[in-house]
């Protein structure tokens, strides 16, 4: 073959290449959270960083279809059935309802979960070290430290011989966070009143509550939805002049008082990881469990002495960070 042929054939087969590469399909991500983008925009970033780590970057080599229910836990399982007809590659189901929801939806697209509960009790896994199946994930300790934050907040407001726990009756460990705060409470000789929520409306009404039933202080447990109301739930604890603790430091750095929990913000973002590697072809069955086990004491002195809260030297000492 002639020189000149053969180079005439090399940059054939070289445009070709590039073709091929240029249609080849781009992968989609389909990215199921039982709120909504306004309170969970940040992790979603989070979400984004750990994509590009592993290669992908949203817009030039991988897509994401997002199905945000907006905080009725109801319209998951619809969210999740569209996701599936879509047939996208990976459904990255954050928040502990969307983790069950996608969970019973599929059994052949990999799912990676984020989730703030125990994955095996929650039944997404039955191993955390070879998790099998068609889904994984990245959990962090949060619903089992309600207990802790009790703690923590009689340390702060010790005349408070009754509080108020908040918790989304709708979310799949509610009773387990309720039922640890009661066991807790008689260790401490404390009353824990429950309060549930699953609306905005609903908040409001569990503060009107709060004054007549003469809480001392406020506990939010860990839900996607109450997190989502942040500002509401600060608002009104200010408003009320009540002493409230939160399980992530978003909650303190919007102005809420103290906050005790794992940071999410990084469970996404290894989630991300996680879910770019499966796009290369790992299999999530494979893959363990991640879990996130660094812990965040978080203080806001500005929101204490707005309430008239003079914060013990000795539990400043024990945070992680101070507001100031």
Aim: charged share 20%; glycine share 8%; no cysteine.
């Amino acid at each position: 073959m002639k020189r000149r042929q053969f180079i005439a054939l090399a940059g054939g087969a070289a445009t070709w290449t590039i073709v091929a590469r240029a249609q080849q399909p781009v992968p989609t991500i389909g990215f199921l959270n039982g709120t909504s983008y306004d309170g969970y925009g940040l992790f979603l970033t989070a979400f984004r960083e750990g994509l590009s780590e592993a290669g992908y970057v949203e817009g030039r080599n991988v897509t994401i279809e997002y199905r945000w229910a907006d905080g009725y836990y109801d319209r998951l399982p619809a969210l999740a059935a569209e996701l599936v007809r879509r047939q996208v590659s990976v459904i990255a189901a954050t928040s502990t309802p969307a983790n069950i929801i996608a969970k019973g939806a599929t059994s052949t697209i990999p799912i990676v979960f984020t989730t703030s509960s125990n994955p095996v009790e929650l039944g997404l896994v039955t191993n955390l070290g070879r998790p099998g199946g068609n889904v994984t994930g990245v959990a962090t300790l949060n619903v089992e430290l309600g207990p802790k934050r009790q703690e923590l907040l009689q340390a702060l407001v010790p005349t408070a011989t009754s509080i108020v726990a908040l918790v989304n009756q709708t979310n799949a460990n509610a009773e387990t966070q309720w039922k640890d705060l009661q066991v807790s409470a008689r260790a401490l000789g404390q009353e824990v009143l429950i309060e549930t929520a699953k609306t905005e409306t609903d908040i409001d009404a569990v503060f009107a509550r709060l004054v007549q039933r003469r809480a001392g202080a406020l506990l939010v447990d860990t839900d996607a939805f109450l997190f989502s109301r942040r500002n509401q739930l600060i608002a009104l604890a200010k408003q009320h002049m009540i002493p409230a603790i939160f399980d992530r430091r978003e909650f303190v750095a919007a102005g809420g008082l103290m906050s005790y929990g794992g940071s999410v913000t990084e469970v996404y973002r290894l989630a991300g990881i996680y879910a770019g590697r499966i796009l290369k072809g790992e299999k999530p069955g494979d893959l363990p469990v991640q879990q996130a086990t660094k812990v965040e004491f978080v203080i806001n002195l500005q929101t204490a002495k707005a309430l008239g809260i003079a914060v013990p030297p000795t539990l400043l000492a024990r945070a992680d960070e101070v507001i100031e």
